[in-house]
């Protein structure tokens, strides 16, 4: 019995591996900002885009910020002449889409809303 506390240890030790590489793997993703598993960003924005006064998505990003948390965020083009309450509609659509008709649900979305034809400080940027 005298190598029993070493031989329990080492049980013990090789039951946390694989729980511990799980952990690592998971931490990895969170902190590398990884799309979720399971969601597919152009199937996303083509979904998005179908949304009524939805011109285009750009700057799409979905991440996950703590085990079982992602969030979403994305620039969002809208007609020009959209009015705040119909904004607030385009919102609503956007965000029940994505909890409902995706594998994984995204419960916190950022959108920005800009007018069809808005030059944005980083697309000037970008076409310089």
């Not at 285009?56 to 009015?83: F, K, N, Q, Y």
């Not at 029940?96 to 959108?111: A, K, M, N, Q, Y």
């Not at 800009?114 to 000037?124: A, F, K, L, N, T």
């Amino acid at each position: 019995w005298s190598g029993f506390d070493a031989v329990a240890g080492g049980v013990i030790a090789l039951l946390m591996i694989p729980r511990a590489v799980r952990l690592l793997v998971s931490a990895g993703r969170v902190l590398l900002e990884e799309t979720p598993e399971g969601l597919d960003l152009g199937e996303v924005r083509r979904h998005l885009e179908e949304v009524p006064r939805v011109v285009a998505v750009h700057d799409l990003h979905a991440s996950t910020v703590a085990t079982g948390m992602p969030i979403l965020s994305a620039h969002v083009v809208v007609e020009r002449d959209v009015t705040m309450q119909q904004a607030g509609e385009v919102l609503e659509r956007m965000q029940d889409c994505l909890r409902e008709h995706f594998p994984v649900s995204i419960g916190h979305t950022t959108f920005q809303l800009e007018p069809e034809g808005y030059d944005s400080p980083s697309s000037v940027q970008m076409h310089e």
